[in-house]
């Protein structure tokens, strides 16, 4: 069965200081693996998607995922802070035999001035 | 620029009320889904649809919600009667298989639904 855990509840940078967000996974079959970010009073909008192509991929406003197969990460990497990532993340697999999503419990990022 | 678009966003009733919630997929669209969100629980999904068809309504309380899609242009979601726990941020997705194998859901704006 397909699962997802992000480590930390809560993450705080100071802005232009590197974001890292980190999430595991559990599937029985190569995932398909998403990124998505909420801001506040928001809907959900898609960073980036993961489904076996290359292992490094590169998302909107400068963000980009690494899938790890030997460690079932796929952690979530910004080189420099801005004050608008403030939001919160969640790191979603795919169900293999559907189309159902299986939501992480989220990371809220908070960027200091 | 296509987008789900959902009405009401807000929606303020009172417990014993009836609450209507409705989603419109982009066009071509053929999943929808319906997804609950609180502080305590997270997201949570509802239901599901394929074409039209119901495929899973597993997470629905069954007593007092339904899920309906008349046509492809609109998904509904009703609760009836409304208690104060129903108090949530419900969120429409659709989705599509794309290119490549991929696939990725497309959310709606929510509706903010408190149950006095």
């Known amino acids: 069965a397909q699962s997802v855990t992000q480590l930390d509840s809560h993450v705080s940078v100071s802005e232009g200081t590197p974001v890292l967000l980190r999430c595991n996974y559990s599937s029985s079959y190569s995932p398909s693996l998403f990124w998505y970010v909420q801001h506040p009073n928001k809907g959900l909008q898609l960073l980036l998607k993961?489904?076996?192509?290359?292992?490094l991929v590169k998302g909107i406003n400068g963000f980009e995922a690494e899938f790890k197969k030997s460690e079932t990460s796929f952690h979530l990497t910004k080189p420099s802070a801005h004050m608008s990532d403030a939001a919160e993340y969640f790191c979603v697999v795919k169900m293999d035999s559907s189309y159902k999503l299986i939501f992480g419990s989220g990371t809220r990022l908070l960027v200091r001035p | 620029d296509a987008r789900v678009t959902q009405t009401p966003r807000d929606k303020v009733t009172e417990m014993g009320q009836e609450v209507t919630m409705r989603c419109q997929p982009i066009l071509g669209h053929n999943t929808v889904f319906w997804y609950r969100q609180t502080m305590m629980q997270g997201l949570e999904l509802l239901a599901y649809?394929?074409?039209?068809?119901?495929?899973?309504d597993s997470g629905m309380p069954k007593d007092r919600f339904s899920a309906e899609m008349p046509d492809a242009t609109l998904a509904t979601l009703k609760i009836q009667p409304s208690e104060p726990r129903d108090s949530a941020v419900y969120f429409c997705a659709s989705g599509a298989p794309g290119t490549s194998g991929s696939y990725e859901q497309f959310f709606g704006p929510g509706t903010r639904l408190t149950v006095l």
């Open positions: 649809f394929r074409n039209r068809a119901p495929l899973d």
């Open positions: 993961y489904t076996s192509a290359a292992t």
